[in-house]
């Protein structure tokens, strides 16, 4: 992180700070909770302070780019590039038959389904979360890796219900 010359690194820290919670809740959306919009909010802007023009105050700067920077990203992220549908591509998942887990256990040891996305999130690697939250979203994921999460997630779930 380059800290400008007139600043020391707490100062620098504290103004991301005030930019990042001023800003990053007015972009939650989607799966993305407060707390991963502001590490993301907060890395824009270490990373903008390469650009930073010390003539210029510092927090109207992170402002000014980290708003940008949002709206960049939920509009190459959530909207069509056809001009002529321009609408919202997030929408309810409709699940088929092939997306659906099959799973065999008796009525004793059902698992309710609020239990399960606990368990899921409780016990899911960390490095296979971005795929688990793309796939309850309905945004594509290689078939190899789909079917990887799908393996791991009736496994967390099948030992849970074995521990009872």
Known sequence: MKVPKNMKYDDVVDQIN???????????????????????????????????????????????HLSNRLK?????????????????????????DDDVIQYDCNYDTIIEAQNITKLIDTHLPAHHRSDYLKMINDVYIPKKRKEELILIIRN?????????
């Open 18 to 64: 005030i930019v990042v919670n001023r800003i990053a809740p007015k972009y939650t959306f989607g799966t993305y909770g407060i707390d991963d919009i502001k590490q993301e909010a907060f890395i824009i802007c270490m990373d903008a302070l390469e650009r930073y023009d010390e003539k210029r105050p510092l927090e109207n700067f992170l402002s000014v």
């Open 72 to 96: 960049n990203f939920v509009r190459d992220n959530y909207y069509t590039k056809d001009e002529e549908e321009k609408k919202r591509v997030l929408k309810p998942k409709y699940l088929s």
């Open 156 to 164: 967390i779930v099948e030992t849970h219900n074995e521990k009872g």
